[in-house]
């Protein structure tokens, strides 16, 4: 099996290049797809998010131990035989499908660029891997954001440690984590479930972990079930539940991936959606339907509610504090803009470590603490970033532009969930 990848790979590349008439059935492409991206695994521990495809593929990937220049050489090659496959008769889904692997192998093209060595710039590195580049904002948009908190705050000392001793009051206590979790999720699931036919039998497991760059992460195994990990190394407040429980769960990635499945890999058998490429533009697609969907199934007043009748008793919090917490978090929420802003200058060197802590800690109003694992995940993950706030804003934009504006709370549903259900790239959200 060794070197079979690449043979393969060879003797087309030449029929290419004498512009001899070879179509390469859709069929084949994902799967030399599917081997490229766990061929790229070997060299990127952090690529391959999820595999849940045919054992044969992985085995024949794993034996051919290509190198990066193998790999590249690939990319070109499997590009060009999507380029050759006809245009005619396609539905809308096949088209998506076309434009989703050319885009998927230049942004794979890309990350091996990286991986050896090539410098990007953090916008440059975004559109390569994500096809998007997040809006940059100067300080003064932050310090707006911040003059208003100051007025919300008073006092004296940094206004970091002032929201931080306010916000004390709304941290979930360790031992009853777990059940607002579960709270959180069943609602955020019976809500879904009230709009989305899901796989019968999906399910996942919950895990508390420490020591992550993340605060939350979903594992997606295939045939409808997830892993979900919760990490604990900070003090979770009230918010991350309903945010956790959506974003990972309902109606964010376990639900992306178990629609992906059922409608793509089962229905259709595209395999090239059994494998998930993190460093790649599904990701901003991933993480922006992630963020969205939390308004989505909790709109507006319904959250407060859900969350003063629910989960703040739960958690032993006064949930008569839940309409000035949340107030104040809207504020907040407007700062998330800052992140993307650290990452890049840290990123492109205009900062170093310190001076990109400080910026988080007094532009982004994080405690120390926050800021370190910030920019943990700024160096594992680098322009990944923007995929949470910059892919919410795209997402939101394509589905209100679809009419599922929050008037239209029907018509948001059925347009979030097709857009779950295809392999639409961030370009086409625009
Ligand atoms: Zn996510």
Not at 19 to 25: E, P, Y
Not at 187 to 216: D, Q
Not at 404 to 411: F, I, L, R
Not at 422 to 428: K, T
Request: hydrophobic fraction near 40%.
């Amino acid at each position: 099996m060794r070197g079979s990848i690449l043979a393969m790979t060879l003797a087309v590349a030449t029929t290419v290049a004498t512009h001899q008439v070879q179509t390469v059935s859709m069929a084949e492409i994902a799967r030399e797809y599917v081997r490229l991206v766990l061929a790229l695994g070997h060299h990127d521990q952090d690529y391959v998010d999820a595999y849940y495809g045919p054992a044969d593929v992985k085995a024949e990937a794993d034996a051919a131990k290509l190198s990066l220049d193998d790999i590249a050489k690939t990319v070109s090659t499997v590009t060009e035989w999507i380029k050759g496959v006809p245009a005619d008769g396609r539905d809308e889904l096949s088209q998506l499908r076309h434009q989703y692997l050319l885009k998927q192998l230049s942004s794979m093209g890309a990350r091996v660029r990286v991986l050896k060595g090539e410098h990007l710039s953090f916008d440059e590195e975004s559109r390569a891997l994500y096809d998007a580049v997040a809006p940059t904002y100067p300080d003064s948009h932050f310090q707006d954001v911040l003059d208003r908190l100051e007025k919300r705050f008073p006092g004296s000392g940094p206004l970091a440690d002032r929201y931080d001793a306010w916000r004390r009051a709304f941290a979930i206590p360790r031992e009853k984590v777990d059940p607002v979790f579960r709270a959180a999720i069943a609602a955020c699931r019976e809500r879904t479930l009230k709009h989305i036919t899901l796989p019968a039998h999906e399910s996942f497991t919950v895990e508390y972990v420490t020591n992550k760059s993340w605060s939350g992460y979903n594992w997606y195994k295939g045939n409808f079930t997830s892993l979900i990990q919760v990490n604990t190394d900070l003090p979770i407040y009230i918010d991350r539940a309903i945010d956790l429980a959506c974003h990972e769960g309902y109606p964010g990635h376990h639900v992306y991936n178990a629609l992906l499945e059922q409608h793509l890999v089962k229905e259709r058998g595209w395999i090239e959606f059994t494998v998930y490429p993190l460093f790649s533009p599904q990701s901003l697609i991933a993480e922006g339907t992630a963020n969205f969907g939390i308004e989505v199934a909790f709109p507006g007043k319904e959250r407060i509610a859900f969350e003063q009748s629910t989960l703040f008793p739960i958690a032993g919090l006064d949930p008569a504090r839940a309409p000035e917490y949340y107030e104040a978090q809207a504020l907040v929420d407007e700062l998330s803009y800052a992140g993307n802003e650290a990452a890049r200058r840290y990123l492109d060197g205009t900062l170093d470590r310190a001076a990109a802590s400080a910026w988080l800690e007094r532009y982004g109003l994080m405690s120390h603490d926050r800021a370190a694992q910030r920019l943990r995940f700024f160096e594992q993950y680098r322009s990944y970033v923007i995929n949470y706030n910059h892919g919410k804003d795209l997402v939101r934009r394509f589905i209100e532009s679809r009419g599922g504006t929050a008037a239209h709370p029907d018509t948001r549903w059925r347009e979030f969930e097709t857009l779950l259900s295809s392999p639409r790239l961030p370009s086409g959200l625009r």
